[in-house]
C-alpha cells in the first residue's frame, strides 16, 4: 500500500508564555482523559533536560515548588473537543500549547481557564468544581459508600448463569450484614456478540427479567453491563444495519481492534447523529429498564469518539458522543450510570460514575499467568489500579463517583497478599466506591473483614498529606465521620513509619483497616500494606 502525506487541517491553537516567569519554574502535574496512564511515571514530574516537552490533557499545572507558586492551566468544557496540553521547555519554561483538535480556527474554542495559587492541591479542586459547573453536573450522592458485586474479576468472560445465581444466592443473606450488597451486577457473558445486547446467550437460559427480579426482591439494585456504542462485525447489529455506523474516508464502516476474542474482536462505533441510531440506543436501554435494572455499566466509551466521518457534517466526535450519552441520560434519568474507559470530560453531566483507574485483577502486578484482555504490564493489577485512583483523587464527588475498580479481598485464585489486598480496599475508602467480584460464599472470615471495613469507613475531602512534588500521593488526609483521619498506603518493598504529629492528628489515634486499636504518636506498616487513622 502506497502512503502519501497529507496536511492536516486546521484546528483551533493557543499559547500561553511563561517565558516572563523568574528562574525555578519547572513543577508539573500532568494529567490523563481517560483511565489509562501515560506511563508509570507519577502525575507530577521534573522537566529536567534543557529542550523539552510535556504532554497533559484536560489540566496541566506549572510551578515553584520552593515558592510555592502554581499557575492551572485546564479545560472547563467539553462539548465539541477534548484539549490538549504540551509544556515546553527551551532551558526554563518558554510556554504552553493548548490544542482542541476538533475546534476550527473561526469556531469558538472550548473555555479554558487559567489559575494561580500557592497550593496546587487546592487548584485542582478548585479546578474541578469549575468545570463541574460549566458543563452541568448536578451534586454528586456520596452520602454512603457503594457496595455491591460484580462477576468479572473471578469468571470474566466465561461466567455462566449457574456461576451468577450462586453468588446471588449467598449475596441476598449478606443484606444487613457488615457488607450489605447495594448493586448485584451481570458483567458479560450474558449476550451472543459484542453489539447484540438484547440477544441473550443460550448459556442463559433464564430469562433476564425474572434475573433481575431474584435481585430486586431482596431489596437490592439490579445492574447490567454493556457497550452501548460499539458492535463487533460479527454481531447481527452490524450484519444488520452497516449504514448505523461512523465511516472512514471511503464511505465504509470504521473498523478497529476490540479487546474481545475473535469472531469478537473487530468493533465498529454507533453514529449517534443518525436519528435511527438514536432510536436504537432507547430501545437497548429501555429494553434493561423494563426487564428492573437501574444500575448500567457502559463499557468502552472511549472507542464511542473516532476520528470518522459522521452522517452529521458538523459533528465532532466529542460532539456526537455526547448526544449518545445524552439520549440514554434523558431515557433512563433515574438509573445509575457508570461509565467505564471514560473520557473524563466528555462524561460530565451525564454520567453518576466513571472509573478512574485501569483494570485490576487478582494479582499486585503483572505476572506470567496473563490476562484475558492481553493488558500490558501496567495495566493490570492491584498496584495499577491503587495508582489510577490515587493520581484522580481531585475529582471525587465533584465530576463524578470515582470507581477505582473492584475490591479484591478474597485468598482463592489470587497470588496478593492480605497486605495488598488492604490496599486495595483503601481505595474504596478514598472514593466510597467498594464494589467487589469475590465469592462471598468462599471467602475467609479474615478477607471478609477487609470488605466489611471498606464499606464502613470512607475517609471524606481526602487530599493529599505531601505536597512535595515528583512522587505518587500515596498519604491522604481528610475526615472520617467528622474526625481527622490519614489514609497511609505503602507500596514500597520495605517498611515504612509515619509521626501523627506531621498531619496535625493527636498523639492517640485508632487504626481501623488493620484492626490495630489505638495507636500513639506513629505507625509503621510493612511492605505493601495499608492503614486508616482516626483521631481519638
Known sequence: MELKWEKKKACYEAWLPLDHLPPGWGFIYRATNNMSPMDTM?????????????????????????????????????????????????????????????????????????LRGSDWRKLLRDYAKLAAEEMGVKPIKADKN?????????????????????????????????????VIQIDDGYQTFQGDWMDQDPSWPTPLPEIA????????????????????????????????????????????????????????????????VQEHLKNVVLHFYGMGFRYFKFDGLSFGLP??????????????????????????????????????????????????????????????????????TFSCGIKGSLQGTVANWWKNDLWFRSDPDVIMARADQVTYTIGEARLSAAMGILTGVCLTSDHLGRITPERMEILERAAKYRLRDGVPADETAYRWPYTFTGTVNGKKAALLINISDGEKSWNFADFGLPDECEEVLIGQGIVKKSLTLPAHDAALIISK
Open 213 to 276: 427480579k431474584r435481585i430486586t426482591d431482596a431489596g437490592i439494585t439490579a445492574g447490567i453491563w454493556l457497550m452501548p456504542f460499539v458492535a463487533s462485525t460479527a454481531s447481527r447489529t452490524f450484519r444488520e444495519h452497516p449504514g448505523w455506523f461512523v465511516k472512514n474516508r471511503a464511505g465504509e464502516p470504521l473498523v478497529f481492534s476490540g479487546w474481545s476474542p475473535a469472531p469478537d474482536n473487530l468493533w465498529a462505533c454507533l453514529d449517534a447523529t443518525l436519528p435511527e
Open 307 to 376: 476520528d470518522g466521518v459522521y452522517s452529521d457534517p458538523e459533528a465532532t466526535p466529542v460532539s456526537a458522543f455526547r448526544l449518545a450519552l445524552k439520549t440514554i441520560r434523558e431515557t433512563v434519568p433515574d438509573a445509575t450510570i457508570l461509565g467505564c474507559c471514560p473520557p473524563f470530560m466528555a462524561c460530565l453531566g451525564y454520567t453518576d460514575m466513571c472509573r478512574v483507574s485501569v483494570d485490576t485483577a487478582r494479582y499486585w502486578v503483572w505476572t506470567d499467568e496473563g490476562y484475558p484482555n492481553n493488558c500490558d
Open 146 to 182: 457503594l457496595t455491591g458485586y460484580c462477576t468479572w474479576y473471578y469468571y470474566y468472560a466465561d461466567v455462566t448463569e449457574a456461576d451468577f445465581l450462586e453468588n446471588v444466592d449467598v449475596l441476598k443473606t449478606k443484606v444487613g450484614s457488615g457488607y450489605s450488597p447495594a
Open 42 to 114: 507519577p502525575p507530577a514530574v521534573n522537566l529536567s533536560s534543557y529542550h523539552e516537552e510535556c504532554q497533559s490533557q484536560d489540566v496541566v499545572i506549572v510551578g515553584n515548588a520552593a515558592e510555592k507558586d502554581y499557575i492551572l492551566a485546564g479545560a472547563v468544557t467539553a462539548h465539541r473537543s477534548l484539549t490538549y496540553f504540551q509544556v515546553h521547555k527551551e532551558v526554563r519554561l518558554s510556554g504552553i500549547l493548548v490544542r482542541q483538535p476538533h475546534i476550527k480556527p473561526d469556531e469558538t474554542p472550548e473555555k479554558v481557564v487559567v
